[in-house]
């Protein structure tokens, strides 16, 4: 018996291990995400100097597709921090599951009910799952991101080094 206890401990310890290094990354993918909205929103604004009233130059025209997009850059860090619910509706280790029973009891039995069926592998790779889908979903929105943000400073940059006047 203490073999199989075990060996369910240790499969919960590492499922674990893995929910909490995918939630780091989400961290990091948030973090990231931040950091890009900061530098699209700080040369974006450098973008917007440079904008005129001369409906017919060509160049403020260009400067107006860099504004364009840093705006696509900050909407993208948006996606990417907006908080995903990544259920399956029965846990007892998601927050949004847990808030879904009425009572702090009800909650109690189910956790209870879970840990006598040895509940913690199972529960942890299901999450890791989920958050593993949340995780794939944001670090596609902050490469379409950085690729956004790049086109955005790379227009700037060129058109901040053009020799003839911008206003």
Request: net charge negative; aromatic share 14%.
């Amino acid at each position: 018996m203490d073999d199989k206890f075990n060996s369910i401990a240790e499969s919960a310890s590492i499922a674990k291990g893995i929910n909490d290094y995918l939630n780091h990354y989400v961290s990091v993918a948030d973090a990231k995400a931040g950091a890009l909205a900061v530098m699209a929103a700080l040369s974006g604004s450098v973008s917007s100097y440079f904008i005129g009233d001369d409906p017919d130059n060509v160049l403020q025209w260009i400067m107006k597709c860099s504004l364009f997009f840093h705006f696509l850059t900050l909407m993208t860090c948006c996606l990417i921090v907006f908080p995903r619910k990544p259920s399956r509706g029965d846990s007892v280790i998601f927050w949004e599951d847990i808030a879904q029973d009425n009572e702090c009891h009800v909650y109690q039995d189910r956790f209870e009910l879970a840990v006598s069926n040895n509940f913690s592998s199972r529960e942890y790779s299901s999450q890791n799952y989920y958050i593993s889908k949340v995780l794939s979903t944001k670090h596609f929105w902050l490469r379409m991101g950085i690729i956004l943000y790049a086109v955005a400073a790379a227009i700037t940059m060129f058109m901040l080094n053009w020799p003839v006047a911008i206003k």
